[in-house]
């Protein structure tokens, strides 16, 4: 072997995940040489797509609707859709279908919300009116929504964002009081249909906010409200966003270094000057971002010594999940689910994302408190066919499908007791699925297969399988993520910075925490700003 | 994507991703397409098992390291890729609990089979000698260059007087097999049956008339195989980052369907999903022959004696593998360590043949569609590879030489007798390092139908894009008329493993497309610094 | 009788293998001009090389006949090359010497090769007799000793 040369750059990232990525490819364009320092063998983290059971059959195994599609700077400043980002966007976009046959309600996407009001209106005309309504005013809060996710967060832009749902939604007899309830309060408030409820209290466990925590539903208002159902596929799955930005990022020069778990930041004088790489020390001559999460960063790779006090107790302090914590059943069909009820509204057979296996709003809820208290909750799914919108997943005339279970973190089981629940509960659940969708029997399965949260924690260090790497919670959202000394990206090590989930926004595939990371460095190294006035952001 | 690139390149295995990368270099604006969402083709790593499990799915040993020009142009070392060369690179264990051991170090390769036969001891040193001084020459001129005919090549050899210098090279190899050439020149059965199960896992079947003409040069690498750190796939990361990082671009997902031709020149591609892309200058497909002239063209383009005769004459591997990828918290303790202890170290493990008949045996069940008792080979990279397993566990590989397609049930019976034979195939494992009972967490399969799944180019599940034997070889190969990576379509090149020499990650048919085309399209070759 | 590795020498080396070349039939001799470069590197032992020198001859070829040669002071000469042969001096000297055989030179890898194999395959005939008037047809003097010299390494 050829001896190893002292390898320097500017920068280095910590982590390849679609934030770190994001933050490699404005630093190398503002000049700085830069390079990615990622301990799995391949970019991305969780925007991660295999053919983990069958060949040609493939499964998102973390994300898979992107939300933030629209608004995402990289997509333009870096022209990924001229290198290879292709995506669709479904019609029929989230469903919630019954084992009785019930009508479903389905929500599509804004263009066609007339559908979805034909959909809730099945069971209550004044839901179909007010969640149209809520819809559309949201769809005004874009800019600003937008605006607040792609900056540094402050106490102004939150205070903004209450006092927006007063001028968007006022006349609806909303303010900024209902930002102080729960999710859960806000939605039996402003709906009656029990149906709808179960499908939006899910949605709002997907968003990360837990429905039972006071304090959360201006989330609902805002966000969910804004991004639901406004989601976009991947062509091939949802790798390819990691790819192209990888591709981006090769194309302005940044050097990947796969295969390499950083294990110590290289602090000098109360300076981050490097990383250590299996024994190699790496020079970063102007700052070291880390992707990965809080705790890692500080307490393992930095370091208490080099830390204040305050600074190891709010580390020490910081909590993983039970917000954000997933399992991913993948399936191999060879045809997608035909359910019964169907046979109100078809096109619950072509949605994009369909909850399966609830009876009621009280089922969902008993479902996500039993997985927020950690313990195991009867089966029940959010599931992808993903093959229905982008045939190139799976082989000719066969389908790939996806999960989402909610399940407690990866603490609260031991690893007999996940081994157990991954040769299990797909069983358990297929039994649901079936008796939603009768062609689903096991002669329509041709292999099936569970990752668990203490895998996923094990693939991409997501702790506790948590994919924001922090608990969605007041204190730790908005300006107080991860912890308010902390949250404007920078450290008091100097030179380092947090560009990981664990920095605001949070989880999500929105590169939000790797664009205002590189506004941050920016603005301390005098680069040039990535905001485009014509965006605004 | 664009809607237009100078030159657009199907398929992104490393061959492609070779080819595009110096065309890249070259000034050209360059896309390779990739049907898969992965680049890299057989060079392929999965978490197949458990998270942290690096498995390669395909390709694992890496034999031209360092011999293959692209692997210093294109700077591969610089972009991450990380070669280690095992000590002890490979070993028979017999049944009778005896083991042969091949090491980096000729003297120990010696000294190992010194205990079977010092006579073959001594004449595998002048035979591994003689090939280690001819190798740069064989290479250049079997590998890394546009082919000679056999005609040619058995010119030069008289002429140099090669066979009177030789004492093993002669022109006569090329009528015998691997089986044969070893049958002259060694005595001993376990030796033999080692240095035919070598040719085989190389593809050259030892009984196969004619490919004796190729096992010098089996040899003369024979103590170079090298283990790509991290999984192999990370040789695909770096060729991809070296086209991407010289304005190259990589589309993944985007399987291509048609090659557009307009006045006999090809002028571009329709993607599978419909979507048009113009190549100015040329298009180059590393995909499979059958791909190529019957769906992304057809008659009319090229002809329909061509199109029969990729019908007809097109010839496939009659063996492929299957393989087991398992997950394992021990390392195998052989009880043929009690022999030789370094069977415990050695990289790559043949368990069972002990001759060249078995072999044989086996290759007449294989082709009669049968399964072969297993007898498969052994590989734990994790002995050699700090990081392809979580802390205290290891990663290992068993690969079964295997019919395609079963006399009873055609291909399609993989399906069902996967698991079963996979089972099999850990309890023969098993039977040789017992220590293995209970330190296996976790295995899956790769059928040879998955082969084909994963990688549609590689029909019959032919991991070598075609057969391996003297009529399909050199210029021959795949078609005489396609036997100089040019087409009957103007600007249309072949590229890949389909191509002389052959597959493999061997680089060659990549690179010397590119010299085709680099005389075609007017490129300096900045590559040849003599 | 020249001295080896002198202009003369060289000289008389081009002469031999044009008369050569001259006699054999038109269509066994490639159209074209090439360049090679011959590498002769100081083992320690040849006494025409020092032990940490390279002596390099630029040798142009033109339609199988030798155009010109000229000893050059840069591994890579302002002209494309088409070949490069590298070997120890006393390989080198033992070949002119025509005690040691340039094939099997080759052959062993004690004398290294680049450039296009194929075509020095193809014009083997050709090849043979340029090698055949290098070793043999030329009166070598070697003023500070001929090989086999004392303790040199194979
Ligand atoms: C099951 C599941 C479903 C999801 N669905 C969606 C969805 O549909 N839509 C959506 O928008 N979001 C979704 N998410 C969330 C989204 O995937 C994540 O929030 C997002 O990918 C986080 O991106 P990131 O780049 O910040 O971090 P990560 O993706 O976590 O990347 C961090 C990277 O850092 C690396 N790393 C960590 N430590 C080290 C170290 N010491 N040295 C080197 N490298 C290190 C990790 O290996 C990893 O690659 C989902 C997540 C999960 C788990
Ligand atoms: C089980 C197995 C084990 C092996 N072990 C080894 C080993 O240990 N060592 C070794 O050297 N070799 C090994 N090989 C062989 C080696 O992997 C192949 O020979 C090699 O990958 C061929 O390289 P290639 O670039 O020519 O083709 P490939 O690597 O096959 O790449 C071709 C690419 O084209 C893509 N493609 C196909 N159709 C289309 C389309 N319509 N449009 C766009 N793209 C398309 C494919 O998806 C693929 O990515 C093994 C192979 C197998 C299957």
């Known amino acids: ?261 950083v294990e110590r930041i290289v602090v000098e004088d109360g300076q981050a000057v490097g990383v250590v790489v299996r024994g ?77 296996g609830y009876d009621s709003a009280a089922d969902m809820i008993r479902y996500i408190r039993d997985a927020y208290s950690g313990r195991m909750p009867e089966p029940g799914a959010g599931t992808w066919v993903n093959t229905i919108w982008d045939p190139t997943q799976a082989p000719p005339d066969r389908h790939a499908a996806t999960g989402w279970y909610f399940l407690p973190v990866a ?33 329509n399965v041709i292999a099936h297969r569970l990752y668990t949260p203490d895998q996923q924690e094990q693939k991409n260090l997501m702790r506790e399988g948590d994919f924001s790497n922090g608990e969605f919670a007041p204190d730790q959202l908005g300006a107080n993520r991860p912890f308010p000394e902390a949250s404007n990206y920078r450290t008091e090590v100097a030179g380092l910075y947090l560009c990981g989930p664990s920095a605001y926004p949070g989880g999500g595939v929105h590169a939000a925490c790797g664009y205002n990371a590189f506004k941050a460095i920016a603005e301390d190294l005098e680069l040039p700003s990535p905001i485009d006035p014509a965006r605004g952001y | 994507m664009r809607d237009a690139y100078d030159v657009i390149v199907i398929g992104a295995g490393h061959n492609g991703l070779t080819l595009g990368s110096y065309l890249a270099r070259s000034g050209l604006d360059v896309l390779v397409l990739e049907r898969r969402h992965e680049e890299g083709g057989g060079l392929c790593t999965e978490e197949v098992t458990q998270p942290g499990f690096l498995h390669n799915i395909h390709a694992n040993y890496h034999t031209f390291v360092d011999l293959a020009p692209p692997v210093g142009d294109l700077e591969v070392r610089k972009h991450g890729v990380e070669y280690v060369r095992p000590e002890v690179q490979m070993a028979s264990i017999y049944d009778d609990g005896t083991a042969l051991t091949i090491h980096s170090d000729l003297e120990k390769t010696k000294a190992s089979m010194a205990r079977f036969s010092e006579r073959d001891a001594e004449t595998f040193g002048r035979l591994h000698t003689e090939a280690h001084g001819y190798i740069d020459l064989l290479l250049g001129t079997l590998m890394y260059q546009p082919p000679l005919s056999v005609k040619e090549l058995t010119r030069a050899l008289a002429a140099f007087g090669v066979e009177d210098r030789s004492e093993f090279l002669s022109v006569k190899l090329r009528r015998e097999s691997i089986n044969q050439f070893l049958d002259q020149h060694f005595e001993n059965d376990k030796i033999k049956a080692h240095l035919a199960f070598h040719g085989a896992v190389c593809s050259y079947t030892n009984d196969v008339p004619g490919l004796a003409i190729g096992y010098p040069l089996l040899i003369g690498k024979i103590d170079n195989w090298h283990l790509c750190v991290g999984g192999s796939h990370r040789l695909a990361h770096a060729l991809w980052r070296d086209l991407a990082q010289h304005g190259g671009t990589l589309v993944a997902n985007a399987g291509v369907g048609r090659i557009l031709v307009e006045g006999g020149r090809a002028v571009g591609v329709r993607l599978e999903d419909g979507t048009e892309i113009e190549a100015r200058k040329a298009v180059a497909s590393t995909v499979s022959v059958e791909q190529t002239f019957l769906e992304f063209l057809d008659a009319e383009s090229v002809g329909e004696e061509l199109t029969q005769r990729v019908k007809s004459d097109v010839k496939h591997k009659d063996w492929t593998l299957f393989s087991v990828h398992l997950a394992m918290n021990r390392l195998p303790e052989y009880e043929a360590a009690a022999f030789d202890p370094d069977v415990n170290r050695a990289w790559v493990v043949n368990l069972g ?178 | 009788m020249s001295d080896i590795y002198t ?101 062993d890898g004690t004398v290294k090769v680049r450039g296009d194999m194929r075509f020095l395959m193809r014009q083997a005939e050709l090849v043979k007799v340029l090698l055949e008037a290098y070793t043999t047809s030329v009166d070598t003097e070697w003023p500070q000793g001929k090989p086999p010299y004392n303790g040199a390494a194979g």
């Open chain 1, 1 to 261: 072997m050829g001896e190893k040369m002292a390898r320097a750059y500017d920068a280095i990232v910590i982590g390849a995940g679609h934030n770190g990525l994001c933050l490699a490819a404005y630093l190398q364009r503002a000049g700085l040489s830069t390079a990615v320092v990622e301990r799995r063998h391949e970019e991305g983290g969780g925007v991660n797509t295999e053919e983990p059971v069958l060949p040609g059959y493939r499964h998102n195994m973390h994300a898979q609707f992107m939300e933030f599609f629209d608004v995402m700077p990289m997509i333009r400043d870096f022209g990924l859709e001229e290198i290879g980002l292709r995506t669709v966007m479904p019609e029929a976009q989230a469903g919630i279908t019954f084992e009785d046959g019930r009508p479903p309600i389905i929500l599509h996407r804004p263009d066609l919300l007339d559908r979805t009001h034909e959909s809730i209106a099945r069971y209550s005309k004044a839901d179909a009116d007010l969640y149209c309504e809520l819809k559309q005013r949201a769809a005004k809060l874009e800019m600003l929504l937008a605006t607040g996710l792609y900056n540094i967060p402050s106490q102004e832009t939150q205070q903004q964002q209450a006092l927006a749902l007063a001028a968007v939604f006022g006349d609806l007899g909303i303010s900024a009081y209902h930002a102080t309830k729960t999710c859960k309060v806000i939605i039996d408030e402003l709906f009656e249909t029990d149906e709808l409820r179960a499908l939006l209290y899910r949605a709002c466990v997907e968003w990360g906010f837990p429905v039972d925590d006071w304090g959360t539903a201006g989330g609902f208002l805002t966000f969910i409200m804004w991004t639901m159902a406004n989601w976009k596929l991947v062509i091939g799955g949802t790798h390819g966003l990691a790819k192209a930005m990888m591709q981006a990022c090769y194309r302005e020069g940044v050097d990947l270094i796969e295969n390499s778990s």
């Open chain 2, 353 to 530: 043949y002990d001759s060249t008949r078995a072999l044989d045996a086996d290759w007449a069940t294989i082709r009669s569609g049968q399964l072969p008792e297993p007898k498969p080979n052994a590989a734990v990279n994790s002995l050699y590879d700090p990081i392809d397993a979580p802390e205290g566990c290891y990663t290992g590989l068993l690969r079964q030489f295997a019919p395609f397609s079963f006399a009873d049930g055609g291909a399609g019976a993989w399906e069902r007798a996967g698991r079963w034979y996979g089972q099999r195939c850990v309890d023969a494992w098993t039977r040789y390092a017992p220590n293995l009972d209970g330190g296996i967490i976790e295995w899956a399969v790769d059928t040879p139908l998955d082969i084909t799944r994963k990688l549609v180019n590689m029909p019959h599940g032919d991991w070598m894009m075609g057969e391996i034997s003297l009529d399909n070889m050199l210029d021959q190969r795949p078609l005489p008329e396609l036997g100089e990576y040019r087409t009957p379509v103007t600007g249309l090149y072949m590229a890949g493993s389909t191509q002389h020499p052959h597959g493999f990650i061997t680089f060659g048919p990549g690179y010397n497309a590119l010299q085709v085309m680099a005389d075609d399209l007017g490129i300096e070759k900045w590559w040849q610094q003599i």
């Open chain 1, 411 to 443: 603490s609260a089981l031991s690893a007999e007791e996940w081994a157990d629940v991954r040769a299990t509960f797909n069983d358990r659940f297929l039994e649901k699925w079936q008796r939603a969708a009768p062609n689903m029997t096991a002669g």
């Open chain 1, 280 to 356: 190699e020390e790496i020079r970063a001559n102007r700052l070291v971002a880390s992707n990965a999460d809080l705790r890692q960063t500080l307490l393992d790779l930095v370091g208490k010594d080099e830390l204040s006090d305050l600074w190891v107790k709010r580390a020490e302090d910081y909590r993983y999940g039970p917000s954000h914590v997933l399992g991913t059943p993948v399936f191999c069909l060879y045809e997608p689910p035909s359910y019964r009820s169907a046979r109100w509204d078809p096109e619950i057979d072509r949605c994009f994302y369909t909850v399966v």
């Open chain 3, 7 to 107: 202009a003369d020498w060289y000289e008389a080396v081009r002469d031999a293998i044009n008369a050569k070349v001259g006699e054999l039939p038109a269509k066994a001799v490639p159209e074209g001009a090439w360049h090679a470069v011959v590498e002769i590197v100081g083992d320690g032992a040849s006494p025409y090389v020092g032990a940490e020198d390279t002596r390099r001859f630029l040798v142009r070829i033109e339609n199988g006949m030798c155009d010109w040669y000229r000893e050059i002071d840069t591994p890579n000469p302002d002209v494309s090359l088409d070949y490069r042969f590298t070997g120890p001096a006393t390989v080198f000297d033992e070949i002119a010497a025509a005690q040691r055989d340039p094939v099997d030179a080759a052959l």
